[in-house]
């Protein structure tokens, strides 16, 4: 049941986020999306994830959504939501098809596994994080390094005169 | 046994190696001396080298018959060596000549010195390249090079022949020997006719002879060497070897034998109405050649290996007085009308080639009537009266086209005035040393009767022929040839339109397709590849409409590839 | 685990009709935003259901990918803006051929 509502609510707020006109409305659907997530996180023993996702998404990223969305004006959009029509069809059609598909593909219902009760803890993901997935998590961080460099060289002070 | 691979370094190094002249002269003529000596040495058995690729050992196989070859080869080959000294002194290709001959020596050696077919094919494309090379060695001249290139196209024909020949006996009995081969069974008739073809073309015999007389555009020493003692012979040689083949087909070898009789009979007949002297001393080749033949297809080797020898003797001093002859008229004067009475300032000479003359013609107890006697009484004991008759024949034509050669050069009043006498030494030695062998090397045959009806006939046509030629040539000169303005002339001279024939059905219609080819090629194999690029760049072009640059579209089509990817993997 | 599946294919589905219907980059991102956490959510699911931690650490580094990704997409953003005229992505064709 809880799955139910919660999952409503995601979508409900997805659809929000792609059918409001004004760019802050998105930001701010998006917002409660992912809020909705967090929440199906936490029915799912994932409280440390939960959490990240409310810090890092929601907080840090839609709030730099922001950020640049102050920082260009608000923009026109040029024209109503559905540009051209054969393209919005063929969106809808092939997104119709992704969800049946990917329904098809669940093929096992299984009761969920017994897991120990720290299973979602900062303590058992950080181990994880910093046993058999180290390297990845090394790479990751690598990762944002290059991102930092490339988004300062980007959208850094153009050189031009 | 060693010893005979001489020539063939010593062909490298002269390909090669820049020397001063005199050195290569002696260079040349210590590799055959060396090769002589290695001949004489040889012990009959076979030995055996190692093996090749594709697993055909290579082996030697020492008897009479190889060894015979292998001396008359590096012999006669080693006394043409001293005369091209001379002869190509002034010649500036010098090294090249000489390789080439070397070459040819090393090659006719491993020819005959082979143990199985194989390694003879090898020594067989190896005398058939050097042929090419020797004839078309003044390359400048264009008849030279046309006459090289026939020479080499109608020696490929029978080297094809060879092959086919080969592979059936290698195929039907799994070997690559001689003795392995003989013990086997082979489908005879095939490989024997295919035999034939190959020693035909490479013999000049009936139909594959075109090439010979225009060989003669060689250089003489060439002619000698290789259009007379030794590579024409090569086709006897094939005969003499694979005669375990042909007694086993004897409907073919009766075939094999009359060709070589009719070669011998109408190459005599196409001597006579020649004025170039050496296209003389050719159809005689292939006249004597036919002699060979018809000895060896029916099985008589003995007869046909000792007249191999004695003809190489005569035949090489023949072409070697040729030699002089045109070499005294000044600038290689061939043509029989223009000498005359050359005996006056050319004495050693005219006696070298009277002696000659007298030796083919079989003239008793000189060499060429032992021989020749031992082919024609064989043939009639052994049954073939005909080839006899044909034989015999030709004999008295032998001596009458030869000794209308040596009236018309020798005697009779000087049409040309020489201008260089016999001053070379080295002119002089080799043609003395084969004067004697043509006259006792009759030593080397197993006499037959001394006396028999077949040497009787012989001696009586070759009479006739003698004294016709006297009298129609020896005085008077080229009038004598005025019997020759008629028809029958006309037929001699055209040489019974071979040539001609073979212009006509295989020269043109090849060339007419090699001219088709040649026009279409362009389009055809150029429109492939420029077709192949135009569509690789057609197709380039319709990629390129893909990029369309919206963003959005990229972003469609990577999801519909998504869902397609899906839905394959959920219908497996 | 089939409902999460289903939840999860439905919210990618929307996002990706986001992507492909909206011209405004921002809202695309956004879009691309909502992608990432349909797959969050399945994997997070299939970590509770087989029992593995390990599902949870990977959604921790695809949070932080997402992150930098969406990053790096306004920056480019903001270099587009720089020229002036309002950024409307089907105008952006550049990369044309």
Redesign the interface.
């Known amino acids: 049941m809880t799955l139910a509502l919660l999952g409503a609510a995601a979508v409900a707020a997805a659809l929000g986020v792609i059918l409001a006109r004004n760019p802050v409305h998105c930001v701010l659907w998006l917002i409660a999306h992912l809020v909705a997530t967090a929440a199906i996180f936490l029915t799912l023993n994932a409280e440390f994830l939960a959490l990240v996702e409310i810090l890092v998404n929601a907080g840090a990223v839609m709030v730099l959504f922001l950020f640049v969305l102050s920082l260009l004006g608000s923009s026109k959009e040029p024209e109503g939501l559905f540009g051209r029509r054969g393209e919005s069809v063929g969106a809808l059609v092939a997104a119709l098809a992704f969800v049946g598909a990917v329904a098809a593909l669940s093929g096992s219902s299984m009761a969920a596994a017994a897991v120990p009760a720290a299973f979602g803890s900062v303590q058992s993901v950080g181990v994880a994080l910093f046993g058999p997935h180290l390297l990845p998590f090394e790479l990751t961080a690598l990762a944002l390094a290059v991102a930092v460099v490339s988004v300062v060289t980007l959208a850094g002070r153009s050189r031009q005169p | 046994m060693a010893l005979l691979a001489a020539p063939l370094v010593m062909a490298l190094v002269l390909a090669w190696i820049r020397l001063p002249r005199s050195v290569v002269v002696g260079l040349a003529n210590a590799a055959v001396a060396i090769a002589f000596i290695g001949a004489l040495l040889l012990r009959h058995g076979d030995t055996v080298v190692g093996t090749w690729l594709l697993s055909v050992p290579i082996g030697f196989q020492v008897d009479t018959i190889s060894q015979t070859f292998a001396l008359v080869t590096t012999g006669v080959g080693l006394l043409i060596h001293a005369y091209s000294a001379a002869y190509m002194a002034h010649d500036r290709d010098l090294s090249r000549y000489f390789a080439g001959l070397n070459f040819f020596i090393a090659a006719m050696l491993l020819l005959v010195l082979a143990d199985g077919p194989v390694l003879l094919l090898i020594g067989w494309a190896g005398v058939g390249f050097a042929s090419y090379l020797l004839i078309g060695f003044w390359y400048e001249r264009p008849a030279a090079v046309a006459a090289a290139r026939k020479a080499f196209l109608i020696n490929t024909a029978g080297d094809v022949s060879l092959m086919l020949a080969i592979a059936l006996m290698v195929t039907s009995t799994g070997q690559t020997t001689y003795s392995g081969i003989f013990a086997g069974h082979v489908p005879a008739v095939a490989v024997a006719w295919l035999l034939f073809f190959a020693a035909a073309a490479k013999s000049a015999q009936i139909p594959l002879h075109t090439w010979l007389p225009d060989a003669m555009e060689g250089p003489t020493p060439v002619s000698a060497l290789i259009h007379a003692a030794t590579m024409v012979t090569a086709g006897v040689y094939l005969l003499l070897r694979f005669h375990p083949v042909l007694a086993a087909a004897p409907s073919a070898a009766e075939g094999i034998a009359i060709l070589g009789g009719a070669s011998c009979l109408l190459a005599g007949l196409m001597a006579i109405a020649q004025r170039d002297i050496k296209r003389v001393l050719a159809f005689s080749t292939m006249s004597q050649v036919g002699y060979m033949f018809m000895a060896a297809a029916v099985g008589l080797g003995a007869a046909a290996l000792s007249h191999v020898v004695t003809h190489a003797f005569f035949k090489a001093l023949l072409f070697m007085g040729a030699g002089v002859v045109m070499h005294a008229l000044g600038g290689d004067e061939r043509d029989l009308y223009k000498m005359g009475g050359l005996r006056q300032k050319l004495p050693a000479t005219s006696a070298a080639m009277g002696v000659a003359a007298l030796a083919i013609s079989g003239f008793p107890l000189m060499s060429g009537y032992f021989s020749k006697d031992a082919i024609l009484e064989s043939l009639l004991a052994n049954g073939h009266p005909w080839l006899w008759a044909l034989g015999v024949v030709t004999a008295g034509l032998t001596a009458l086209y030869i000794f209308r050669m040596y009236f018309l050069a020798f005697w009779g009043k000087p049409r040309t005035q020489p201008s260089h006498g016999e001053s070379w030494l080295s002119f002089r030695w080799p043609m003395a040393v084969l004067a004697l062998l043509a006259i006792v090397g009759g030593v080397f045959v197993r006499p037959f009767a001394w006396f028999s009806l077949t040497s009787g006939a012989t001696l009586v046509l070759g009479l006739a022929g003698f004294i016709i030629a006297y009298r129609l040539y020896a005085l008077r000169g080229p009038v004598g040839d005025a019997w020759l303005d008629g028809e029958v002339g006309s037929l001699l001279r055209s040489e019974f339109g071979f040539d001609a024939i073979y212009q006509a059905l295989i020269v043109r219609p090849g060339a007419a397709i090699a001219a088709l080819i040649a026009a279409g090629d362009p389009a055809a194999t150029g429109g492939l590849a420029t077709g192949i690029s135009r569509s690789a760049a057609a197709f380039a072009e319709w990629l390129?409409g893909w990029?369309?640059?919206?963003?959005?579209?990229y972003?469609?089509t990577i999801?519909?590839g998504?869902?397609l990817a899906?839905?394959w993997?959920?219908v497996r | 685990m089939t409902p999460y599946v289903v939840l999860s294919a439905i919210l990618f589905a929307v996002g990706a009709v986001g992507l492909l219907v909206r011209r405004d980059p921002l809202v695309m991102i956004m879009s691309i935003e909502i992608m990432w956490n349909a797959a969050n959510l399945l994997i997070v699911a299939a970590a509770r259901f087989y029992g593995t931690v390990s599902g949870q650490a990977l959604v921790f580094l695809v949070i932080t990918l997402a992150a930098a990704d969406v990053a790096i997409g306004l920056a480019i953003v903001m270099h587009v803006a720089r020229r002036g005229e309002a950024v409307d992505v089907d105008a952006l064709k550049e990369l044309k051929g």
């Open positions: 390129r990029q369309s640059g919206l963003v959005r579209t972003a469609l999801l519909v998504a869902v899906l839905l993997v959920a």
